[in-house]
């Protein structure tokens, strides 16, 4: 079974540009959560969606960080205009009601902003 | 408020070795969820364990097992007889929300196993 896929792998751009990053979770679970992973920070978890739907987004850093799930394959985070500070590796992790409380991990997006 | 502290920032270890990574947590929560994962070079983080607050029996996966103990708030990860495929960054984690596992990441031990 395909795991939790991510696009792009690496986005390289300018400060001011606007970045989309892109998570497909596991098919059948209904929790999507995209954490970020910096040396200064380690892991901090951004957004999480159950069943589409917004939960908590209390680390979202500020306005200029938008995330959204249109269905239940499917989900972007996006960043505009994007920072130098913003440049990380942002993970989207998915996992299903009632399992163990694994994540599944996607290969991450790394971003760096010039 | 939660935290976890790793505060082994990497270690270093020949084939065979045993290794204990360290993990000590804080929460005020009765009921919590400590995790392991594992980062190996390709980047993405894989789980090793679950273990809630009420079952302080230690586990055993193979090469792999897990100390936890209340008294002392830490949750260890012990690698016997360590290969190099062992090598990567492991983070110790914690919950306090079971039904949305919203983790809470320590910074992480390097492992380097040397042939």
């Not at chain 1, 200064?40 to 850093?61: A, H, K, Q, T």
């Not at chain 1, 985070?77 to 694994?102: H, M, N, W």
């Not at chain 2, 980062?39 to 586990?59: K, M």
């Not at chain 2, 008294?71 to 079971?98: E, H, K, R």
């Amino acid at each position: 079974d395909a795991g939790v896929i991510q696009s792009p792998r690496h986005e390289v751009t300018e400060m001011g540009q606007e970045v989309t990053l892109r998570c497909k979770p596991i098919s059948g679970h209904d929790y999507l959560f995209w954490y970020r992973q910096t040396m200064m920070r380690g892991l901090e978890l951004l957004i999480y969606f159950n069943n589409n739907v917004p939960i908590d987004d209390s680390g979202m850093p500020e306005d200029r960080f938008s995330a959204k799930m249109p269905n239940a394959s499917f989900s972007t985070l996006k960043i505009q205009p994007s920072e130098p500070r913003d440049s990380a590796v942002y993970f989207c992790a998915s996992r299903g009601t009632g399992s163990t409380g694994e994540l599944f991990f996607g290969e991450g997006s790394r971003l760096t902003v010039l | 408020a939660q935290k976890v502290t790793q505060a082994q920032t990497e270690i270093s270890v020949v084939e065979k070795e045993d290794v204990t990574l360290d993990c000590v947590y804080e929460t005020r929560d009765t009921t919590y969820y400590l995790f392991w994962y594992k980062q190996p070079p390709s980047g993405e983080l894989v789980f090793l364990i679950r273990r809630n607050s009420f079952d302080e029996q230690n586990e055993i996966s193979g090469r792999y097992s897990w100390n936890f103990q209340k008294s002392t708030s830490s949750f260890n990860f012990t690698i016997t007889a360590s290969q190099v495929v062992d090598s990567a960054v492991y983070f110790c984690a914690l919950s306090v929300d079971s039904w949305t596992d919203k983790l809470i990441f320590g910074t992480g031990t390097r492992l380097q196993v040397f042939p």
